[in-house]
């Protein structure tokens, strides 16, 4: 199948159909949702909370990001893979920004960077696409932003929410992004977005009157025992996991593993 390039994005848009996105953070998982036909692999920084220990999304660094980034991107052969630019990373302007887009695009082989913000980060929008370098933009609940959001809750109620919202929409449009991602935010306020706005917009969260649909991969399999109330758990794999692990272990230890297939003779 062919790479999945920003105008497919569009394209997508025009037609109605509708984008999906998955989280990816390393290289067996993206394999397996590019060969479920995932459109868009995100190495999202949420792979502070999922995988790395963190509570938050803050710690994690660039060089986190690069490593999840290239792994991500090799074992990728059709998905448009996007990397999420860290906190810390571009919000001193638009000169940072472009210089940790460069790095990640130059050490990974992904097609694009997210970075959190509408009218805030507008120049740094600007600045990487004009460097030749797709962005994502990503508003409503801004995980980076956590602490002056007040933690997760939904953005854009009310009509002066919905009119800010609009706003920062229409900058990251302006600015040239190619797609953004809407988290947490009213129905009918993200699909009066995805109406104006010519870039496809992805939600989370954000009902299904939006042009594709992203979750984070553990949240989606069933990792964890708690998921939020946006997700919906395709599987279990968390108790799957665990019961292969504890089998695993019974077997050791009553001596049914390993068997004679699993041993070498002399
Ligand atoms: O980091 C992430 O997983 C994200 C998605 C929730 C959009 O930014
Ligand atoms: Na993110």
Redesign the pocket.
Known sequence: ARRVRVHHLRQAKERGERITML?AYDAPTAALFDAAGIDTL?V???IGNTMLGHAT?LPVTLDDMVRAGRAVASATRRAFVVV?LPFGTYESGPEQALASAVRVMKETGASAV?LEGGRRTAAQIRAITDAGIPVVG?LGYTPQAENSLGGPRVQGRGDDGAEELSQDALAVQEAGAVAV?L?MVPVEVAERITEFLQIPTIG?GAGTHVDGQ?L?WTDMAGMTDWSPRFARRYAELGRALQQAAADFADEVRSGAFPAAEHSFGQ
Request: hydrophobic share 35%; glycine share 8%; aromatic share 0%.
């Open positions: 989280t995100l999202g920084d949420s999304t999420d997210k990503h991602v988290e989370i992203v984070v």
